[in-house]
């Protein structure tokens, strides 16, 4: 699945269109694409233009447990629950708590994902209203912050609110969005690499190897068993990446059997220090690929040379010829 492009806007907190600037100063910008299979509107609320580009990214983000239970400061008068979500609706009571307390708890009710930087999340807010939607709600909550909306359509249904990224007042400026996988869940990446589109499966792979390590070895290998060659490739990559051990057997396999000359080279030289080195790049000095058989040959001339220099006697200590005079 595809994120269409059709709709794509910033809106200020009062909701006037702010048009963008292009970004300046030679600054790199990202290209994205969310593999969520959905047409998205993104509103960030902040009063000035977006200027100069930064480097995208999601809010650095830490524990909040300990700042929250010291800023949060309960009043004796205060009954029931602070914050209620039912049927779409939001109603929030808070004096002096932390806006990062606030939001997750917002985030675990509602189930939408709210990403907000330690800066922006250790600030103390007092709120106070009765049953708003959802994101009026939100945008009440984050009036004084710089906060990205961002609104997906599904295969079915209308648009809604699927994630917000929340940065201090003026810190959200030229902040570029950034691929789906960068700030999806573990859960949300494992459901991803059932997608329909390959290079949707192929970015959550790598982004799975990366983040849990050794321990994405389960999935690294599934995707190893995908149709498609991108897929292939991208598990591969990102295990080595990461330090994923792949068994000897199945890389051996890979350089015998893939279709893909790029899985193929890159199981190679996984295999170059293994015990199998020689027998598999026998095979692969034959390949059809040209890099293959060069990876091949390089590991061949390396395993020769150390095989000589073992073959070579040691002369016994106190032989040493005298220099000639």
């Not at 480097?55 to 239970?69: E, L, V």
């Not at 009026?136 to 648009?159: H, N, T, W």
């Not at 994630?163 to 573990?186: D, H, L, M, N």
């Amino acid at each position: 699945m595809r994120i269409g492009t059709r709709r794509l806007a910033w809106r200020g907190i009062d909701g006037n269109q702010i048009i963008p600037r292009p970004l300046r100063g030679g600054a790199k910008v990202q290209r994205f694409s969310l593999a969520l299979g959905v047409t998205c509107l993104l509103s960030i609320s902040t009063s000035a233009a977006i200027g100069p580009g930064q480097q995208a990214g999601p809010p650095a983000t830490s524990s909040r447990a300990t700042a929250d239970s010291a800023a949060r400061t309960s009043n004796s008068a205060d009954t029931g629950p602070a914050v209620i979500f039912k049927d779409g609706r939001l109603s929030v009571r808070a004096r002096n708590r932390s806006l990062g307390g606030l939001t997750d708890e917002i985030s675990t009710k509602a189930g939408i994902p709210i990403v907000i930087s330690e800066e922006a999340g250790s600030q103390l807010i007092s709120v106070n209203f009765q049953n708003l939607p959802l994101d009026e709600g939100l945008r009440q909550i984050l009036s004084k912050q710089d906060a990205f909306f961002f609104y997906g359509v599904d295969e079915q249904g209308p648009s809604s609110l699927k994630v917000i990224w929340v940065y201090p007042k003026g810190q959200g400026r030229g902040i570029t969005p950034v691929p789906a996988e960068k700030w999806a869940s573990t859960k949300d990446l494992e459901t991803m690499l059932k997608d329909k589109d390959p290079k949707a499966r192929g970015r959550a792979i790598e982004t799975l190897a990366e983040r849990k390590g050794a321990a994405a070895l389960e999935e690294v290998l599934k995707s190893l068993q995908d149709s498609d060659d991108g897929v292939r490739t991208q598990a591969l990559f990102g295990a080595v990446k990461a330090g994923v051990e792949i068994p000897d057997g199945i890389l051996s396999n890979l350089v015998v059997n893939d279709p893909s000359p790029d899985v193929r080279l890159l199981a190679l030289q996984g295999l170059a220090n293994g015990p199998d080195a020689r027998v598999v790049a026998e095979h692969a000095i034959d390949d059809t690929s040209e890099p293959v058989r060069v990876e091949a040959q390089e590991i061949l001339r390396r395993l020769d040379e150390e095989s000589k220099q073992s073959e070579q006697p040691s002369q016994p200590p106190g032989d040493e010829q005298p220099p000639n005079q």
